[in-house]
């Protein structure tokens, strides 16, 4: 059981990389080569030692990722050539990551199941933050939309003032979403998760 829980989460972590080949081209080996690693000389372990090596494989994925989006080549190097020691990723209660960049802040995507379409901006998504001060519900609420102006959702209600300060015009910003399409495992029906990572450039 424990092994194909590790194959699922495997092929998981080959998704994420995929979505990011289009920035370094050495992702793809790297892929193949953590896979392989971890593949062939875990077999041998426990389920729990299988367990444990896969979520760590998958923080050290989020690592990779998130210096990606904040510009640290210094840790992306390190990641690359399994010479890291540093922080890694850990999850929040809602299924998203904290950042171990000062520059870079991960937060949900509230009402992404709300939105038409998003069944087409599933993996890696470039975005903009934008002010919706005519919203019926919330004047202070901020819309995500991608490049091409589709609505994928909102900044949570109660992070908006949080992510207003972080934007304001003199601090210049890049967004960038990530949306998983999920499966209900009691009635089987689909759903998005996404979060969006807002990177400072000052």
């Not at 953590?34 to 690592?63: F, G, V």
């Not at 904040?70 to 922080?87: F, L």
């Not at 890696?124 to 995500?144: G, M, Q, T």
Request: hydrophobic share 40%; aromatic share 8%.
């Amino acid at each position: 059981m424990g092994i194909l829980v590790f194959i699922i989460i495997v092929c998981v972590i080959v998704m994420m990389f995929k979505s990011l080949a289009h920035q370094h081209n050495s992702h793809e080996d790297v892929q193949r080569e953590l896979a392989a690693k971890y593949t062939n000389q875990e077999q041998e372990k426990s389920d729990d030692d299988l367990l444990a090596n896969a979520r760590l494989l998958m923080r050290k994925t989020e690592a990779m990722i998130q210096a990606d989006l904040a510009g640290n080549q210094t840790v992306h190097d390190a990641i690359m050539s399994n010479n890291y020691s540093g922080p890694l990723p850990e999850r929040r209660d809602d299924g998203g990551w904290l950042s171990v960049f000062e520059n870079l802040r991960i937060l949900k995507i509230a009402g992404i199941n709300r939105r038409e379409g998003i069944d087409r901006y599933v993996g890696r998504v470039d975005c903009a933050l934008v002010p919706e001060p005519d919203n019926e519900f919330d004047p202070e609420a901020i819309k995500i939309v991608a490049d091409d102006r589709h609505h994928l959702g909102y900044i949570p209600a109660d992070q908006t003032a949080f992510v207003r300060s972080l934007t304001a015009e003199e601090f210049p910003y890049k967004a960038t979403a990530f949306i998983e399409e999920k499966k209900d495992e009691v009635d089987g029906h689909r759903f998005f998760v996404g979060y969006v990572y807002i990177k400072r450039l000052d």
